[in-house]
Each structure stands twice: as structure tokens, then as C-alpha cells.
């Protein structure tokens, strides 16, 4: 067991965990975080990434433990005072999610990728998201979604492409 | 919003409903369902594809602080093995479907062997290695060919040499004659490697019982809520069927895999009617692949006879299926009906012959998977058709046009035992995707390239399929043994606010969207006050659910319906008011009003706060708008089109380029571009991935090689391209819309047209047929001769 204190969505919490929980479950099962979502077991499908100290994790291969004083972002978090996220606008407007089981994996790392890249090429967008899998989409329209949100968080006039 | 919401609203490419809990996390998926009281099961699996069990010990498990129960299958010998509800071909007595645990022979790795049950799934997975099992190996079959020679290992003593159905169709001696006496035959043998869906959301169950009223609740992630609440108590429980409700929360992608009726199901409502507390299982992504169903799995012999000018005279086909260890819900239409009388695609062929051999193997069960038989249909059509057309030295478009069925000719016969093409036109569809992606030039830059060493490839495939399923008397007929109509109930509530609950539901196409789209107009109220419920067998009507690309021209239809019925009905409520003749009355933007005197109208809100009260009934009319529909499709609808790609192999690496990828579909009349453009996308998506990417492997051994996301290829988003979409239009004469489908068109019509380009790409090297997935090193290989 050990003691953690992890500011989660900018509340802190308190909380025994055991040596072996990971950070998805701690989120799932003990903060009732659900958004965080599990897709595989070899981190390979990207359902559970967060932002944990500005940087995205994938959150089913890091041990809770590990994340004693940390700030973590879930997809719940992303929304500020009642306002979507650009992020999570442009998934909507653009048709980027179909079941959205990977949705907020996949909006947690475009969130840390157009961090470090504000004005991506569609080609840079598609290697920024290899770490997370969709099932539904054929990525598409989730190019299409990151490319409005990176346009919108630039400050530029932005709407969803035609169909 | 308000201009986003204002009728005509059928047509435009609106927003989801769906999507705000989703973009913000509050989806509600399976796994997030809690219960005051609730276990965890978890699973131990077969490690041996068949063996004999001499012994489980589950002490040492049971003993671990934590463990609540642990259960074996000798333990629920009362419940029923899990029903096969499309027994298609008939039936010789060889019908063997899964227990919820294996009894005394392990059939396939994966097949559950004991559930361990704990105060939390941490404990219940430490507990499986506590179990301890004794196998006898047995032989092993994982080919559905091999599986039917002689000496072949045998899996259940009631099938002999594991064939499960033996079915043909078409005309033999016809066929026989074409080909015997054909200027060209071309033949090749063709395998339609097996698949696994990967739902990113995994499968599982959780089970609540009320001891008191002997109620059990089911969580499941399913496609067809209503069809496991009649499986799972009439066939396995032996209980009534108002014994328990099931429900689907938010469901995480399904394409097939969640029709069906699963082990899980079973035991966890036994096992917390036993207990007394809720059971949860979901499974990890491992499990998954391991024992939740697969697709396709065809080897195929097929031989295409032609005239030298280009004129198809005749098809032959020989496929073994492979089914699995056991029969999955709907598995022998899958490879039969939904397959075999498909085949001829979108040609006029004169003579076709076709046997099907489904076949027992060592491997989890095969059952639909998107597409489910249409797209082993039409990958094995025009990947021949292409292969003929190499022969010949013709034009694949050419060849093509050359044996479209005439537009005049429908509704259309193809000779299959299938019912009627209910509408096409095949070579507008082709042309448009011939001039979009600009197919005179390409061939000049592939010469112009192949000139320099470079290997461009085009495809092109046109496809038809069947969607919107079915007529019941003709799925009867086919050996379905329940209904194919689907449900919807419209009422009016006393604010004016539409609900429509209904037995098909969504899980990721969008359609509490384009449903809510197509009542609002059909009732002229705004969008926003048509509330969609689904998912839910209590307050739902009984509807068999979402599959076959059926949700909107079978459960839409039912809705237009019951939405007409209440128009009809506000109509005589309104003439009473009005003191006019129902007849003379109009139903139009919202209002209804007397035939030449618009003045004298009453606005629908009006009328359904009337009809709500019920205090002044005309004589013979009961209060509240509130109708329902059962619909049975008089015909299922066929959506077809051309696809084309353009790809670059290089010699050097064995590499595969997509560059361009145009599709023409069509669809029918589209309610939501938006939402169908999304369809599309992601069903070619995974047609493509079939050609590049994926294969689940078992070794002789029946291990499953590609048992994690490590080793099992689906796509990521460096992977694929963008796609290029558009359409011709051509109404369904089916059903009120004029809708066809669009769920499982992409993948139907892509994995051929990617092949079709990778081998003319690769031309060059004598190359005239490849087996999927066109991985680097077949190419590599392919390249040296």
C-alpha cells in the first residue's frame, strides 16, 4: 500500500492505493473518473491516455504509486466553467467520433500533441495519434477534428469541413 | 441551434446527439456500471485448442481471502447450451452450440473452464492461478478444409468428418456445361482469411437477481437486447420471458461481434442467482480475441468462364467455412445465405453453381462480422472478374460495364434463391468514380511510371450488397428461426414532446440523430423535441436490433409509420375540433387545417395537448397519441457502387502506398450526409485493413497467434488514408425513405478494390493473384519471382 496525494482535474485527492493499481484503475474505480476508458492489456489502443504533468500517459502501464504530488487531466477535466474544449468541439462538429470508446484517449493525445505542435500537417497529425486505435471512424474525420481544434486554439475562424 | 434544428431536417448533415456525453466523458459504458454488492468474475481458459478434462481443482482458489465462489461447468448442467437461431441448410442432428462452460472436452484455446468469483476483479484474476486443471490433449483441426479429409481430428461425435451443413445453390449442369465449353476460364483459389472485429470496447455482463420476484437484470454490451432477453430465457434459463430485462448501456462499436448470445451472459445471471449478488464480467482485449467471435475464415475454389469479348457465361464456386469449435448465434446463414446467394455481385451471369461446406474446427466461433458473407461475396467476385479481365488483356472497367445488370432489369432475378434487387444502376456509379479519380490519366502515369521502375497499382470493385434485413417468411425460409421486423412506438406527450422508443439501437452509427431527424419532419415538430429511446427491453417495444445495415430502412421505416398513424389520427381529432370532415383535413408545417380554409387550423401541439387531457373525445376515439409499428420489409434493399484506389508498391521494402482512395455509394436517399460520410469512412477502413493488415492466426497447434493488439494489425491513423466519397442516388422502392444502408457498404466494397490494385501494381512480375493481407513480405517475395 502506499499513500498518494494526485491534484486529478485540479481537486486534490488523498488515497491508499496498492503498490500494483494503475492509474487507469485508481482513476475508474476509486475517483469514479470513467471517461478514462480501457481498450486493451499491452498498451497498444490508446483508450486510456490522460495528461499527467502536461505530458500525455497512457494510464493502463502507469502505476499509481508513481503519480504521488502529480497533476492529472482526464477527459472530464478538459471542458473549463461549462465551455467544450476546441478539442472536444471539433470532434463533434467534425463527425471524429462514431462509439467514442476512444474518444477520450484519443482527444487527451491530440490535447498534449497540439501542445507541442500548435500548426500540424494532416501527415504529422496521423503520427501524432499512432499510439491511439479507433475502430470506427478510419481516423478521417479525426484528422479533420484535430485540424479545427489546432485552427480554433490559434485563434483563427474555424468550421467544420462539408459533406 | 436553432437553424441546426428547424424541419426539413432530413438531408442535412446535422451534428450527433450523442456525441456531448461522449466528447466529455460521460459515456457510461459497461465497464462503468457499478452495483451496491457487485462481484467479479474472471475466467480460466482452455491454454489447449482440445483436450479432455481429467480434473479442475479449485481449493487452493476458493481459499484466497477475497474469493467468494468458484464455479466449473459440471456446476450449471441446468441451464441449456446456448441456442443457434439460424440453423440455415438444415440440419442432420449435428448441431453443437457452447455450454456456458466447457463439461468434460475443451474445444478451442479460450473456452471458458471455471469462473472464479471475488470482492474485486484484482483478487479474482490472482485466484486463477490457483486453479488446477488436468488436460488430456487431444488432436487438433484448424483448417476448415482439412477439417473435412479423412483422419482429420474430430471435434463432436455427431458431425461427422466436421461438417456442420453441406448447402449449394444455383444451377450445377448449367454451370457445368458454361464452363466446359467456355473460350476462357480463368480459376484460382481464394481465402477470405478470418478476422477478429475489435470493438475498442470489449465484451462482458454483468447479472443482478431479485430474489423476491425472481427478476434478473442483464448489462451486456450487445446489438439486439430484446433477441438475448428471448434467447437467454425461453432456449438456456427455461424461464418467462418477462423474467428479465436486459439492457445495453452505451455500446463501444459492435460490428457484429455483439449480436450475439455469449457464455458470459449465462453465467453471471446463474452465478448471482446463486450468490445472490451482482456479477460482473467484462473481458480484457486478450480474452476477446480469444473467445468472442471472429469473421469470415473462407477457402474458396472458384472458376469464372467468359467469351473472349469479355461476356461472363459462368460462375463456379466451392467454399469451406470455418465456423468454429462450435455454432455462434446466426453462423450458418452467415456463410450460407448471407454468402452464397450473393456471389454473382453485380453481373448478369447466366450459369452459377455454388457449394458451401461449413465446417467444425479447433478455433473460437465465426459468425458476422461487418459485412457478415456479402463482403467474402463480393471480394471473391471481383477479384475473379479482375483476374479474367488480366486474362483477356481488358480494360477491369471495360469487363465490368460489359456485364453490369441493365438497369432495365430490375427488380432483379440473379438466379440464387436471394430475393429481388429491389434497385441500381450500376454504370453511372462507375463512371462518376471512373472520373474522379481521373482514371484515363492514371493508366498514362502508370505506364509512364512502370517506363521508370515504379509499380503503381488501380483497383477498382463494384459491389452490391443486401442490406435493410429482412422479409421474416423469406428469412424463415432460409432457416431463421424468429422475425426480422423491427419495432417503433411514437407517442405525444402532454408538452408536446415526441418520444419514439424502439428495438433497434445505436452503438457508434448516429442513429438517435437520424432518427429524431426523420420524425421531425415526418410530424413537422422541431428536432430537438423528438427524444429517441433505445437499448432498454423495459420501455422499448420487442425489435431484433442492429445489424445488417437494417436500423434505418427496416427500424426508420417503422417510425415513419407509427408517425403516420398519429397524423392520421391528430387528423380526426383536429376535424372534430374544427367541426369538418376528416378527409378535408391537411397535415402540413406542424398544423393541421381545413381543406380551403387555412384560417381553421389547429396547431399539432394543440391536438396532442387535446388528445393528452382526454376530456372531450369524439365517440369512439381513446384518449393520447400514441401508436406503434411492427414492420416487416416486403424486401431487403441492395446499396452498391465503384470503388477505385490508387497504391504504390516498392520493390525494394515490399511497402504498399494508398495514395488515393474515391468511393461512389449508393446508398439510396441519404438522411444524414454527415453521419453516412462517417459510415463509409470507417467501413472501408476496415475492408482496407483486411487487404493490408489483418489476420487472426492460429498455428496447428490451434494456438492463436495473434492474440493481443501486439500481433493483431489493426489500423492506426498513419495507416490510412484520406478517403474521397460521393454518390449516385438511386431510391430504394422498399420502403417509405427510399433508404438503402450504409453501415457495412465501405467494407463490402473495399478489401477487393485494395487488392485489385496491389496486384495490378504488381503485374509486371507475373503477378495474377495474392491472398490477403498483402503484407510486405508476400510483396517483397512476390517482386523475386
Not at chain 1, 504509486?65 to 462538429?93: K, M, Y
Not at chain 2, 434467447?231 to 461481434?257: H, Y
Not at chain 2, 427510399?738 to 507475373?766: H, Y
Amino acid at each position: 500500500m502506499a499513500r498518494i496525494t494526485v491534484t486529478v482535474n485540479g481537486k486534490s485527492h488523498t488515497s491508499d492505493v496498492e503498490d500494483r493499481t494503475l492509474l487507469v484503475h485508481y482513476l475508474r474505480e476509486q475517483l469514479n473518473l470513467t471517461g478514462t476508458h480501457i481498450g486493451c492489456d499491452t498498451s497498444q489502443c490508446g483508450a486510456c491516455v490522460v495528461v499527467v504533468d502536461g505530458n500525455s500517459v497512457k494510464s493502463c502501464t502507469t502505476l499509481a504509486a508513481r503519480c504521488d504530488h502529480a497533476s492529472v487531466t482526464t477527459i472530464e477535466g478538459l471542458a473549463q466553467d461549462g465551455n467544450l474544449h476546441p478539442l472536444q468541439e471539433g470532434f463533434w462538429e467534425c463527425h471524429g467520433l462514431q462509439c467514442g470508446f476512444c474518444t477520450p484517449g484519443m482527444i487527451m493525445s491530440a490535447y498534449d500533441l497540439l501542445q507541442q505542435n500548435p500548426n500540424p500537417s494532416d501527415d504529422e497529425v496521423r503520427h501524432g495519434l499512432e499510439g491511439n486505435l479507433c475502430r470506427c471512424t478510419g481516423y478521417h474525420n479525426i484528422v479533420r477534428a484535430v485540424q479545427y481544434a489546432a485552427a480554433k486554439m490559434r485563434g483563427e475562424e474555424v468550421s467544420a469541413p462539408n459533406v | 441551434m436553432t437553424s441546426e434544428t428547424t424541419t426539413p431536417m432530413i438531408g442535412r448533415a446535422i451534428k450527433r446527439r450523442e456525441d456531448p456525453k461522449l466528447i466529455t466523458g460521460q459515456g457510461n459504458f459497461l465497464d462503468d456500471v457499478k452495483l451496491n454488492g457487485m462481484t467479479h468474475a474472471a475466467v480460466l481458459r482452455s491454454p489447449y485448442a482440445h483436450a479432455r478434462i481429467l480434473s479442475i481443482d479449485t481449493q487452493k482458489a476458493a481459499a484466497l481471502p477475497g474469493v467468494v465462489a468458484v464455479f466449473v461447468g459440471k456446476d450449471l448442467l441446468d441451464v441449456n447450451p446456448l441456442p443457434c437461431a439460424w440453423p440455415a441448410g438444415g440440419f442432420k442432428n449435428n448441431m453443437n452450440t457452447p455450454r456456458a462452460m466447457a463439461v468434460d472436452v475443451v474445444r478451442f484455446v479460450g473456452e471458458a473452464v471455471a469462473v472464479v468469483i471475488a470482492e474485486d476483479r484484482f483478487i479474482a484474476r490472482d485466484a486463477l492461478d490457483l486453479i488446477d486443471v488436468d488436460y488430456e490433449p487431444l488432436a487438433v483441426v484448424v483448417d476448415p478444409e482439412k477439417a473435412t479429409q479423412p483422419g482429420a481430428p474430430q471435434l463432436h461425435e455427431n458431425a461427422p468428418n466436421n461438417v456442420v451443413v453441406e448447402w449449394s445453390a444455383g444451377n450445377r449442369e448449367g454451370t457445368n456445361r458454361a464452363v466446359a465449353s467456355a473460350e476462357v476460364v480463368v480459376k484460382e483459389r481464394i481465402i477470405n482469411q478470418r478476422l477478429m472485429a475489435t470493438p475498442m470496447e470489449t465484451r462482458g455482463s454483468i447479472a443482478r437477481y431479485e430474489s423476491s420476484t425472481n427478476e434478473f437484470t442483464l448489462w451486456t454490451s450487445s446489438q439486439a437486447p430484446h433477441v438475448m432477453r428471448l434467447l437467454l430465457t425461453a432456449f438456456v434459463f427455461g424461464i418467462p420471458e418477462t423474467k428479465l430485462r436486459v439492457i445495453a448501456p452505451n455500446v463501444g462499436g459492435g460490428f457484429g461481434q455483439k449480436i450475439f448470445v455469449y457464455p458470459d451472459m449465462v453465467f453471471c445471471m446463474w452465478i448471482s442467482r446463486k450468490l445472490g449478488r451482482p456479477v460482473k464480467f467484462v473481458e480484457d482485449r486478450s480474452e476477446n480475441f480469444k473467445s468472442s467471435t471472429h469473421g469470415r475464415d473462407h477457402v474458396t475454389d472458384v472458376e469464372l468462364s467468359g467469351t473472349r469479348d469479355g461476356k461472363i457465361t459462368g460462375l463456379r464456386v466451392k467454399t469451406y467455412a470455418g465456423l468454429g469449435a462450435y455454432l455462434s448465434t446466426i453462423a450458418p446463414g452467415v456463410a450460407t445465405t448471407l454468402y452464397g446467394r450473393i456471389v454473382t455481385g453485380v453481373y448478369k451471369i447466366p450459369n452459377v453453381s455454388i457449394d458451401v461446406i461449413a465446417t467444425y474446427t479447433n478455433t473460437a466461433m465465426v459468425d458476422a462480422y461487418r459485412g457478415a458473407g456479402r463482403p467474402e461475396a463480393s471480394y471473391l467476385i471481383e477479384r475473379i472478374v479482375d483476374r479474367f479481365a488480366a486474362e483477356l488483356g481488358m480494360d477491369p472497367a471495360e469487363v465490368r460495364r460489359r456485364n453490369f445488370i441493365p438497369p432495365t432489369e430490375f427488380p432483379y432475378d440473379n438466379g440464387l434463391g436471394l430475393l429481388p434487387y429491389d434497385s441500381g444502376n450500376y454504370a453511372p456509379a462507375l463512371d462518376k468514380a471512373l472520373a474522379n479519380v481521373g482514371y484515363a490519366d492514371l493508366r498514362k502515369e502508370q505506364a509512364t511510371l512502370r517506363a521508370q521502375g515504379r509499380y503503381l497499382g488501380i483497383g477498382i470493385s463494384s459491389y452490391v450488397e443486401i442490406c435493410g434485413v429482412a422479409p421474416t417468411a423469406w428469412a424463415n425460409g432460409q432457416g431463421w428461426g424468429a422475425g426480422l421486423w423491427e419495432s417503433a412506438n411514437v407517442r405525444i406527450h402532454l408538452t408536446g414532446q415526441v418520444v419514439v422508443t424502439t428495438g433497434s439501437l445505436p452503438h457508434g452509427q448516429g442513429v438517435e440523430t437520424t432518427f429524431a431527424q426523420i420524425v421531425a419532419d415526418e410530424l413537422g415538430v422541431p428536432y430537438d423535441s423528438v427524444l429517441i429511446e433505445h437499448s432498454d427491453t423495459a420501455g422499448t417495444p420487442f425489435g431484433y436490433g442492429t445489424y445488417g445495415s437494417r436500423s434505418l430502412a427496416v427500424g426508420g421505416t417503422a417510425m415513419v409509420k407509427s408517425a403516420r398513424k398519429i397524423k392520421e389520427k391528430a387528423k380526426r381529432l383536429a376535424a372534430h375540433l374544427l367541426e369538418a370532415n376528416p378527409e378535408d383535413m391537411i397535415f402540413a408545417d406542424g398544423k393541421i387545417s381545413v381543406k380551403g380554409s387555412p384560417d381553421k387550423s389547429k396547431t399539432f401541439g394543440e391536438i396532442a395537448l387535446y388528445a393528452s387531457v382526454g376530456a372531450s373525445m369524439p365517440e369512439g376515439e381513446e384518449p393520447f397519441l400514441d401508436e406503434t409499428t411492427y414492420y416487416d420489409p416486403p424486401n431487403c434493399t441492395f446499396p452498391f457502387g465503384t470503388h477505385i484506389s490508387v497504391v504504390e508498391v516498392f520493390p525494394d521494402t515490399g511497402a504498399v502506398e494508398v495514395k488515393r482512395y474515391v468511393a461512389v455509394d449508393d446508398v439510396g436517399n441519404i438522411i444524414n450526409p454527415r453521419i453516412v460520410h462517417g459510415q463509409l469512412h470507417g467501413g472501408i477502413a476496415q475492408g482496407m485493413a483486411q487487404a493490408l493488415y489483418e489476420n487472426a492466426v492460429y498455428d496447428d497447434n490451434g494456438q492463436l497467434l495473434t492474440g493481443t493488439l501486439m500481433d493483431y494489425a489493426i489500423p492506426n491513423a498513419s495507416m490510412l488514408p484520406d478517403f474521397e466519397i460521393s454518390h449516385t442516388v438511386t431510391p430504394s422502392p422498399v420502403n417509405p425513405l427510399g433508404v438503402k444502408g450504409a453501415g457495412e457498404a465501405g467494407t463490402i466494397g473495399s478489401a477487393q478494390c485494395i487488392m485489385n490494385a496491389v496486384i495490378d501494381a504488381l503485374s509486371p512480375f507475373g503477378v495474377r493473384h495474392m491472398q490477403m493481407p498483402a503484407t510486405p513480405e508476400k510483396i517483397w517475395h512476390a517482386t523475386r519471382g
